[in-house]
């Protein structure tokens, strides 16, 4: 079983930047992957970006180019650094950690909205 932990979120006004982390433990496979999700009112939840423990990455394509996502093996940690931030992009942050078979545990969410 993994436990995913993330503090951060809150408000920022648009055009503004924030940093999630995600910090993992319990029994962690050495091969694995990490994403964040996001869920706004209304709307399925949605993958936002991803990152394989070998670092290779994918993005949605609504965030390509404003956000990157990236990891501390070392510290079994995932960060997702937000920049150019819209209103759309206001939802519930979710942290994920899966294997080759999807994803498996799950953070308890954070709330980032972007407003003025």
């Known amino acids: 079983q993994v436990q995913l932990v993330e503090p951060g979120g809150g408000l920022v006004q648009p055009g503004g930047s924030l940093r999630l982390s995600c910090a993992a433990s319990g029994s962690i496979s050495s091969i694995n992957v990490m994403g964040w999700f996001r869920q706004a009112p209304g709307k399925q939840r949605e993958l936002v970006a991803s990152i394989t423990s070998g670092g290779s990455r994918n993005y949605a394509d609504s965030v390509k180019g404003r956000f990157t996502i990236s990891r501390d093996n070392a510290k079994d940690t995932v960060y997702l650094q937000m920049n150019s931030l819209k209103p759309d992009d206001t939802a519930v942050y979710y942290c994920?950690?899966?294997?080759?078979?999807?994803?498996?545990?799950w953070g308890q969410g954070t709330q980032v909205t972007v407003s003025s």
């Open positions: 994920a950690y899966g294997r080759s078979w999807g994803y498996e545990s």
